[in-house]
């Protein structure tokens, strides 16, 4: 048996040279690649509009959170539970300000993140603690940013998410959320949230995955059934 396998190892037929090709012309390219996180729905804001507050109020996310601005420095991923197999991913970027599609602050070098994200919240911090800030020109001034950033992403489904309205008095709350409503000229849907007690995050949360979930049913190619396969009703 030995003998035998030593002959076929030293047949000819059984031996394969491997060929040889002339070496072409060696070719030098230099590559940029650029990551893009991947998510369902964007947070959207001025600096210390609550945005990473609200992915640690309502995801597995655990972001620095203080009571100064740029606490964020670079995105934040969080999976949204809404109950048993139901959840969404949500990214938090730093806050844009004024002037930022000119290079202004950190948040338009990571933009870009929110291109691939089904919706965008847009965050309000409805409480500041300089009395002198207008929430309504900073709202303004963002989806300006936006504009100019990327006329796609400005096009995305946005939704304006009203925060920090804990600090606000109760009976002060429906006159300044119309006066707001009204100066911004908006029309779209609107949310009433404090991230920080959580109240109205879970309706928020519950609203989000049912607009994801039409989106997904609507992306879903129409599937093709055989109809010789297809079992007639009995008679």
Same mark, same amino acid.
């Given at each position: 048996?030995?003998? $035998?396998?030593?002959?076929?190892?030293?047949?000819?037929?059984?031996?394969?040279?491997?060929?040889?090709?002339?070496?072409?012309?060696?070719?030098?390219?230099?590559?940029?690649?650029?990551?893009?996180?991947?998510?369902?729905?964007?947070?959207?804001? @001025?600096?210390?509009?609550?945005?990473?507050?609200? +992915?640690?109020?309502?995801?597995?996310? *655990?972001?620095?959170?203080?009571?100064?601005?740029?606490?964020?420095?670079?995105?934040?991923?969080?999976?949204?539970?809404?109950?048993?197999?139901?959840?969404?991913?949500?990214?938090?970027?730093?806050? $844009?300000?004024?002037?930022?599609?000119?290079?202004?602050?950190?948040?338009? $070098?990571?933009?870009?993140?929110?291109?691939?994200?089904? $919706?965008?919240?847009?965050?309000?911090?409805?409480?500041?603690?300089?009395?002198?800030?207008?929430?309504?020109?900073?709202?303004?001034?963002?989806?300006?940013?936006?504009?100019?950033?990327?006329?796609?992403?400005?096009?995305?489904?946005?939704?304006?998410?009203?925060?920090?309205?804990? @600090?606000?008095?109760?009976?002060?709350?429906?006159? *300044?959320?119309?006066?707001?409503?009204?100066?911004?000229?908006?029309?779209?849907?609107?949310?009433?949230?404090?991230?920080?007690?959580?109240?109205?995050?879970?309706?928020?949360?519950?609203?989000?995955?049912?607009?994801?979930?039409? =989106? =997904? +049913? =609507?992306? =879903?190619?129409?599937?093709? +059934?055989?109809?010789?396969?297809?079992?007639?009703?009995?008679?």
């Amino acid at each position: 048996m030995v003998a $035998l396998a030593i002959c076929a190892l030293r047949a000819p037929s059984t031996v394969r040279h491997a060929k040889k090709h002339p070496a072409g012309p060696v070719r030098k390219k230099e590559l940029k690649l650029e990551l893009k996180v991947l998510a369902d729905v964007g947070l959207l804001g @001025m600096p210390n509009a609550g945005k990473s507050a609200l +992915i640690a109020a309502i995801s597995n996310a *655990r972001p620095k959170i203080a009571d100064y601005p740029f606490t964020t420095l670079h995105p934040n991923l969080g999976v949204v539970r809404v109950g048993p197999e139901q959840s969404f991913v949500v990214a938090d970027v730093p806050g $844009l300000i004024e002037g930022a599609s000119d290079g202004a602050g950190l948040g338009h $070098l990571f933009l870009r993140h929110l291109q691939r994200t089904r $919706l965008l919240l847009h965050m309000i911090d409805f409480a500041p603690f300089d009395e002198t800030v207008d929430p309504v020109a900073q709202a303004k001034a963002i989806v300006g940013e936006l504009k100019k950033y990327d006329k796609a992403l400005y096009d995305k489904p946005r939704w304006l998410v009203l925060n920090k309205l804990d @600090m606000v008095p109760v009976e002060e709350r429906e006159a *300044r959320v119309k006066d707001f409503i009204k100066r911004f000229k908006y029309k779209g849907p609107v949310f009433e949230i404090s991230a920080l007690t959580r109240e109205g995050c879970e309706t928020l949360i519950k609203t989000i995955f049912q607009h994801i979930k039409a =989106q =997904q +049913i =609507q992306e =879903q190619e129409p599937v093709y +059934i055989d109809p010789r396969f297809v079992e007639e009703p009995p008679l």
